[in-house]
């Protein structure tokens, strides 16, 4: 499958597509109604929440900062495991990449996704690796879901484990339907990737040739993947423990104490508001999810004020940071096909 450089006129289209569609200029609309029933809909004391923020710890909340961005570090680890379980069975597997190019790859992505909709930074993540190795976007399609798959099962893993920890020593009962949605999640992909399987037994060979070599490419991509599992794991539960740690560490900021149970099932529920792709990155859903989950503890003013903190580091600062990363990037390939074209 030929790659098109992100330079060249049909990346530049796609990429204008992604970012500037309808559908995410409807998802932004739907985001300031939240915000706007946020401002408006409740009786909140903003400058309590106003105040907590200012008195905050700055020195917690930079390493709030500095334990979020360790994600990327694990994230990039694992996937550049399934990214080479995918090609191990190949005859020339392409060159292992480093981790801190599949690190940089995933920020980018998660921009994307902060500012698009349905979640096409993940498409994105993919776009750049076939790109960049010209190898099969297909297969790396396929190996960005087997990634996926593997987020949902340690979020459900973490999230059991935090459902013990407040049953077992806290009268903070957490909502367990959130624990069933990750569950019901999970059932979902597993059936699609059975369907898979049993597709490419018995529909594949009937599809035209691109089409069948599509397909094959897609499946080994994703199915490959599951491979090391036991490591893969590891990497999944040290990448959501930062995201653990990050709110562990605001929480110290604003020095108010939270159930360790508590403080662990908000980042996971986090990741479960994240997958429904109504709005950028979860924007106005995640931010309401959180303060309601910390109001089990806390009061609401103080709810709010931890969860903007929280989104200022894992929503706002993945814009900055991974849009300086992508734009960076753009600029570098537009270069290059100046050059080339010249």
């Keep these: 499958m030929a790659n098109q450089g992100l330079g060249g006129p049909k990346a530049g289209m796609s990429l204008r597509r992604m970012f500037f569609s309808p559908q995410t200029a409807i998802s932004f609309l739907l985001v300031v109604a939240l915000v706007l029933l946020l401002l408006f809909g409740f009786d909140i004391a903003w400058g309590e929440t106003w105040h907590t923020i200012k008195e905050s710890n700055p020195w917690w909340f930079l390493v709030a900062i500095v334990v979020h961005y360790m994600t990327f570090i694990f994230r990039g680890a694992r996937w550049r495991v399934l990214l080479i379980n995918a090609t191990r069975n190949d005859e020339v597997p392409p060159l292992p990449l480093p981790v801190l190019y599949s690190g940089k790859v995933i920020l980018m992505s998660w921009f994307a996704n902060s500012v698009t909709f349905f979640r096409m930074g993940d498409a994105f993540r993919a776009f750049v690796f076939a790109n960049d190795t010209k190898t099969s976007f297909p297969r790396s399609v396929g190996t960005v879901l087997a990634d996926r798959v593997i987020d949902i099962v340690v979020v459900i893993f973490l999230m059991s484990v935090a459902l013990v920890l407040l049953l077992a020593g806290s009268e903070v009962h957490p909502p367990v339907a959130l624990l069933l949605l990750a ?28 089409a069948a070599d599509i397909y094959h490419h897609f499946h080994s991509g994703t199915m490959g993947s599951f491979a090391r599992l036991p490591t893969v794991f590891l990497l999944g539960v040290a990448s959501w423990l930062c995201e653990f740690g990050r709110l562990f560490f605001v929480l110290q900021a604003v020095g108010t104490p939270v159930t360790l149970g508590l403080i662990l099932f908000v980042p996971m529920a986090n990741g479960v508001f994240s997958s429904i792709p109504l709005t950028p990155g979860g924007l106005g859903i995640v931010e309401t999810g959180i303060s309601g989950l910390l109001q089990l503890e806390l009061s609401v003013e103080v709810a709010v004020a931890v969860a903007l903190m929280d989104r200022s580091i894992s929503y706002l600062s993945i814009i900055v940071t991974g849009g300086a990363l992508f734009f960076a990037r753009q600029v570098s390939a537009a270069r290059r096909a100046t050059m080339e074209s010249g």
């Design 183 to 210: 569950g019901g999640f999970l059932l979902a992909v597993m059936a699609a990737l059975a369907a898979m399987t049993l597709g490419r037994r018995w529909i594949t060979p009937r599809l035209p040739q691109r």
